[in-house]
């Protein structure tokens, strides 16, 4: 019964929060997983320690730069690592793909020293990859110094930089799975005593309808942090919490994620089928019309009308050929006069160049004239040769 009312009372959470959100947190921030879409900000930019969600991209570097068949030996580094651990012995030998459960469901911070080991080729390479990747996500505020969120005063993150991250790491499958999980068992190890159950620390998966991911972390310096994801009727949000109070972290997460589904719906504003405009091709054998290559969405407050307006960027000339698909310019999408989005217009169907208008064509058809003329020529000297030659022959005669 003391189970069954603390786990009520966890769920309790989710269902009170659809008003405007007001966590205990220092920093937060809620997206629309798909687009990137801010509903929510507090303190997007303000550096903070993120602990162990600094994991999610250690996972990611991982799925994407290793093996998850790999063997892989742990290091002497990864033992005796402090905070949460699995307890890994030196020597001891797991696949990459269990060492990434226990690094994403128990938080073990000697499986992210040995997975980064063995990623990066050592732990200060493979952290250099993680800078790089962020970077190439556009992560471009924030700084990693280890592979675990371990507490280091050049280990930082804003709100907005984890949500960054996060909506790529929920873009891979593997890592979609493994953050999904609620339970995991290892193969068993040489110490029949060593842990080898998993249980996700992650409460939101038992407590949140729809919740799908992704990763808890706390240390002293950083309070309590965690990114959370959930989806409804095929629309995934992102709610990440930094610094917050402790025993408030997944109420504030359950909050910002009831305020984007019960306040925001999607709606779609462009279609890629839609033609927007029609532009004259010089030289071409027709026009052409220009289409989105992506559809667009957009998350509005529920009581808001979408009037967007929209605005037609364009090349001033396009001249032929134009291929199907090519950019030709691009749609502009305002709402209450704020930018929500560009899209790309590319050419609906390939446009051809007229004949007439290549010089190749006036060199051919100057040829076929030449050689027209230049046989006339020869039949007509050819023909008052006979001709000379019959008069000739009469003469002699």
Not at 288 to 297: E, H, N
Request: charged share 20%; with cysteine; glycine share 6%.
């Amino acid at each position: 019964m003391v189970l069954a009312c603390f786990f009520l009372s966890l769920s309790a959470g989710p269902v009170r929060a659809a008003a405007v959100p007001d966590p205990a947190a220092k920093a937060a921030m809620l997206v629309d997983a798909a687009s990137g879409q801010v509903l929510w900000s507090r303190n997007p930019d303000q550096h903070m320690y993120p602990a162990s969600i600094t994991k999610i991209l250690t996972a990611l570097v991982a799925i994407e730069k290793g093996d998850l068949n790999d063997v892989v030996t742990v290091p002497k580094e990864a033992q005796g690592v402090e905070g949460s651990s699995l307890g890994l012995r030196a020597g001891e030998t797991f696949t990459l793909k269990n060492l990434l459960y226990a690094l994403l469901l128990d938080s073990a911070n000697d499986s992210a020293v040995a997975i980064a080991d063995h990623v990066g080729g050592s732990v200060p390479a493979f952290v250099q990859m993680m800078n790089d990747e962020a970077r190439r996500l556009g992560a471009v505020d924030s700084h990693f110094a280890n592979p675990h969120g371990l507490y280091d005063p050049d280990h930082y993150v804003t709100a907005r930089d984890m949500a960054i991250i996060t909506r790529a790491a929920m873009a891979n499958p593997v890592f979609r799975e493994i953050v999904a999980t609620r339970y995991y068992t290892l193969p068993p190890r040489s110490d029949p005593k060593a842990q080898v159950d998993l249980v996700n620390h992650n409460r939101l998966l038992w407590t949140y309808p729809g919740a799908v991911g992704v990763k808890t972390g706390y240390i002293v310096a950083s309070g309590e942090t965690l990114v959370a994801a959930a989806d409804r009727d095929g629309r995934e949000l992102i709610a990440v919490v930094l610094d917050s109070v402790p025993g408030q972290t997944f109420s504030d997460a359950a909050g910002l994620l009831d305020y984007g589904f019960d306040r925001f719906a999607r709606r779609e504003i462009v279609g890629t089928n839609q033609v927007v405009v029609r532009l004259p091709v010089r030289f071409g054998v027709s026009g052409v019309d220009l289409v989105p290559r992506a559809s667009f969405s957009y998350d509005f407050p529920v009581s808001a009308s979408p009037d967007v307006e929209r605005r037609v960027v364009t090349d001033q000339t396009v001249t032929a050929p134009v291929r199907q698909g090519q950019i030709l310019g691009e749609l502009v999408l305002d709402w209450q006069g704020t930018e929500i989005g560009r899209v790309p217009l590319v050419a609906a169907r390939t446009v051809p160049r007229q004949l007439y208008t290549d010089w190749f064509f006036w060199v051919i058809v100057a040829l076929v004239a030449a050689s027209a003329v230049w046989l006339s020529t020869l039949a007509y000297v050819s023909r008052r040769r006979r001709i000379f030659g019959v008069r000739y022959r009469l003469r002699r005669r």
